[in-house]
């Protein structure tokens, strides 16, 4: 693969502690539903060094034994570090739910969800609707600092400015998380209403650095590796969270783990050299999953590894439809192998963006005060999103 390179520095160096579990890269990957299960993240650790997350569970579904919930929690057998994210609305289940994962899957970072913006979630107070509800916020946290404290495994939360404008919760979530004992606080710099449109605002991020004492993560419109310096240098960040910068790129964080270490790498691979990272990526999805749901779940990236490249509809199409791997790899040889990476790419959005919305799903009379200590919220078995 070809590298342009560019001496940089960065403050990072010594990598990103988080209680007692040391990231040589100060590099997250955020959970992505659909996304980050354990054969995307074996592809892109393979690529670099960083905390790779699994995809987000809910508390509900592991605590009385959900199969599908329980099906998530699968882990590359290379994975050193196993880390989770979890979602939750009753302190009690969150508890309950941290114990597992720390004594029977041998979880060592346990990340909780306040940041999830989608409608089903925000209508049951869930997600970045949550931080509203400073006393239950504070409950959710320390039940869930206190099961984990006892297997001395470190939890962070993750969470957005705000449920809008009018409504920012971001620092005085970060005071909570600081109180309650959480090892770091990570923001993704929109609101709950901004979904994933327009730009983040990495000056509330810096923001919130200068509000705790924790390590503060930054997320939010890191394309690149050198955005990701950018952040660093702009708001004085921990480290940062990559969510769809990686999409169809997994060897985005070989270039993060270089711009860390003092060198700023653009990879810009031939369409060949893609084709070789979609074939392992198939590979690694058939090894865990089986050839038939393997395949079927590696549809979805067929577009995001191709945006950009000339190849035509029709293959991309039946890419998109493939069922075995021998299938796909006949496909993959009707690539032109010499195609250039199309570097107009670099540096653009990619996955969902979509356009703020209008107004975000909340309880009833959610607003109406900001504690919500012993609030009964009905937790879902089972969601899907990320924040």
Known sequence: ????????????????????????????????????????????????????????????????????TRSMLVFDELESVRSVQLYGTDPSYVGRAAEILCAEYGVAHIDLNFGCPVPKVTRKGGGGALPWKRGLLADILESAVAAAGRYDVPVTMKTRKGIDADHLTFLDAGRIAQESGAAAIALHGRTVDQAYSGEADWDAIGELVGHVDIPVLGNGDIWEAGDALRMVEQTGVAGVVVGRGCLGRPWLFRDLAAAFAGEQVATLPTLGEVAAMMRRHAELLVEHMGEERGCKEFRKHVSWYLKGFRAGGPLRHAMALVSTLAELEVLLAELDPDEPFPVAELGTPRGRQGSPRKRVVLPEGWLDDTDGSGYGLTEELSETSGG
């Open 1 to 68: 693969m070809t590298t342009v390179s560019a001496t940089a520095t960065s403050p990072l160096t010594g990598g990103l502690t988080l209680g007692n579990v040391r990231v040589k890269t100060p590099v997250v990957l955020a959970p992505m539903a659909g996304i980050t299960n354990a054969a995307y993240r074996r592809l892109c650790a393979e690529q670099g060094a960083g905390l790779y997350v699994c995809e987000m569970i809910t508390s509900r579904g592991l605590v009385e034994g959900d199969a599908v």
